[in-house]
C-alpha cells in the first residue's frame, strides 16, 4: 500500500485514458455527482460480459480505459492493453448517479424505450489485456435510497487476459438495496488472473449477490493471500468459478450472512433459497475442457449464518459449494482440497443446513457429477447425526485419494459417516472408501 495516504489532493473527476495506455493515480478521486469527467455510456458486449450482461448500461467510474464504439460515438467500449495503477484513495458514492439515470433504465430485456440495462460502478475498469492494481484505498459508498434501480457494482474489473491485483484495501460500505449486485475484483471473461493480497471488506445490509473474486468465463486464476470480510445478506458467493479456473484460498474469510430471501429483482437470475459460501462452483454443461483444477483451500473460512423470519428455514451455507447448471452432460472431474480449515455456525429461529463442502444442494435436477476428495482437515464430531461434513442431494463421491485430518478424532468414521446425502436426495454413490486414510 502506498505510505502515506493523507493530505492527497482532492478531485471530482475521474481520470480515464485509452487503448495501450499508462495511468497511475495519487490523488484522492471523490465521484458522486454524475458529470461528463466521471460517467462513461458503455457497450458491453461478448467476452467482456457476463452472460445476461450484454448490452448498453451507464456507468460512473474512478479511473478508466475506455475507446470510442465504432457503431456510435456517444458510446464507449473497454480499451485493450492497458495499465492502471491506484496509489492514492478512489472514493464513489452512488445515490445521485442511480437518482440522475434511474428513469433510463429498461423494465426488462425486451422494452425498447428506455437506454440502459443497468447503473454500473467501476472504481478501475479496463479492457482485454489490461493490468489493474490497487496499492491504495478504494472506498465505495453503497448509498443509494431508490431501492427498485438496478445497479452492479463491478470495483476492479477487466477483460479477457487481464490482470487484476489487489495490495491495498477495499471498502464497500452501506444500505444497498435488494437490487445491488456487488462485486470487489471480477473479469468476465476468459484467463484472468486476480489475486488479492490486501484486505477486502464489505458491509452492506442489502444486495441480491455477493461476489468478491470472481470470473464466469474459462481459465486463468483466482488467489486470496490477504483478508476479505463479508457482511451482507441476499446470496454470497465470495470467489466464484465457473469452470477449469484455478481456485486458492491461502488468506483468511470471514462471511457473517445476514440471510434474507430475496424476492427476483434482475430478469435473468433465477429464484433460489438464500445461500453463502466461501467458494463458489457454478458447473454448466457440455464444457469443451478435459480437465478441471482442484479447488483449494489452505487458509481460514469462517462463516456465520444468521437466519431470520426473513431467510425461511431454507437458507444453507456452505465453506465450499459446487452446483451443476441444467442443459446437458457433465463429465468432467471435480476435486476439493482442505488442508486449511472451514468453521461454521448459526443462529436464528430455525434449525439450518450448513456443510463445509456441498453439492448440488439447489439444484433443481437430478444432475450428478464425479467429485473426488484430496486431504481434509476438519475437527471431530458426530458427523453421521451432523452431517455437516461433504453434504450432496445429488454426486459420486470418490474417496481413494482422501486423506482425512480429523483433530481430536479417533480414525474410526465410515465413508456413510463422513459424505451424507439429503433427505430428498436423489443420485449418490460413495467409492473408493477402502483406500482413504486417516492423519
Known amino acids: 500500500m502506498a505510505k502515506n495516504l493523507e493530505n492527497l489532493e482532492k478531485t471530482s473527476e475521474g481520470i480515464r485514458v485509452g487503448s495501450g495506455s499508462y495511468l497511475v493515480n495519487k490523488k484522492h478521486i471523490i465521484v458522486g455527482k454524475p458529470s461528463k469527467s466521471c460517467v462513461i455510456d458503455i457497450q458491453e458486449v461478448g467476452a467482456e460480459a457476463a452472460k445476461g450482461m450484454t448490452g448498453r448500461n451507464i456507468a460512473i467510474y474512478g479511473m478508466a480505459a475506455v475507446v470510442d464504439s465504432e457503431a456510435d460515438p456517444n458510446i464507449v467500449n473497454l480499451a485493450e492493453n492497458a495499465t492502471l495503477i491506484n496509489e492514492g484513495i478512489i472514493e464513489i458514492y452512488l445515490n445521485e448517479m442511480v437518482e440522475a439515470y434511474k428513469d433510463q433504465i429498461k423494465e426488462n430485456k425486451d422494452d425498447t424505450s428506455k437506454l440502459y440495462n443497468f447503473i454500473r460502478c467501476y472504481a478501475m475498469g479496463a479492457g482485454k489485456n489490461s493490468l489493474l492494481i490497487n496499492e491504495g484505498i478504494i472506498r465505495l459508498h453503497i448509498d443509494q435510497e431508490d431501492e427498485e434501480a438496478p445497479v452492479y457494482v463491478l470495483t476492479m474489473s477487466g477483460g479477457e487476459k487481464s490482470t487484476v491485483i489487489n495490495n491495498g484495501t477495499i471498502e464497500l460500505t452501506g444500505k444497498g438495496t435488494f437490487a445491488s449486485q456487488l462485486r470487489a475484483m471480477t473479469v468476465h471473461a476468459n484467463d484472468p488472473t486476480i489475486v488479492n493480497n490486501g484486505l477486502i471488506k464489505i458491509d452492506v445490509a442489502e444486495s441480491s449477490t455477493v461476489r468478491v473474486l470472481a470470473t464466469t468465463k474459462l481459465g486463468g486464476s483466482i ?121 461454521l455456525s448459526t443462529s436464528g429461529p430455525y434449525k439450518l443446513v450448513t456443510a463445509e463442502l456441498g453439492c448440488n444442494y439447489q439444484c433443481p435436477k437430478d444432475l450428478p457429477y464425479a467429485i473426488k476428495i484430496g486431504k481434509w482437515h476438519t475437527t471431530a464430531r458426530d458427523f453421521a447425526s451432523t452431517k455437516d461434513l461433504i453434504l450432496c442431494k445429488s454426486g459420486n463421491v470418490d474417496l481413494s485419494e482422501a486423506v482425512f485430518e480429523i483433530e481430536g478424532g479417533s480414525g474410526n468414521y465410515k465413508a456413510e459417516d463422513l459424505i451424507s446425502q439429503t433427505d430428498d436426495g436423489q443420485t449418490f454413490s460413495i467409492s473408493g472408501a477402502d483406500t482413504m486414510k486417516f492423519e
Open 223 to 343: 488467489s486470496n493471500f490477504g483478508e476479505i470480510d463479508v457482511t451482507s445478506s441476499g446470496k454470497i458467493m465470495t470467489i466464484g468459478r465457473m469452470a477449469d479456473t484455478h481456485v486458492l484460498n491461502a488468506g483468511k474469510m470471514n462471511i457473517d450472512f445476514k440471510a434474507a430471501f430475496v424476492e427476483q429483482k434482475v430478469s435473468f437470475l433465477y429464484q433460489s433459497d438464500p445461500l453463502a459460501c466461501a467458494i463458489y462452483e457454478h458447473c454448466p454443461p457440455g464444457l469443451k475442457i478435459t480437465h478441471i483444477p482442484p479447488v483449494v483451500n489452505t487458509g481460514e473460512i469462517n462463516i456465520l449464518l444468521e437466519g431470520s423470519e426473513a431467510s425461511t428455514d431454507r437458507a444453507v451455507a456452505f465453506g465450499i459449494y459446487t452446483e451443476m447448471i441444467p442443459g446437458g452432460e457433465h463429465t468432467q472431474v471435480h476435486k476439493y482440497e482442505n488442508p486449511g480449515t472451514i468453521k
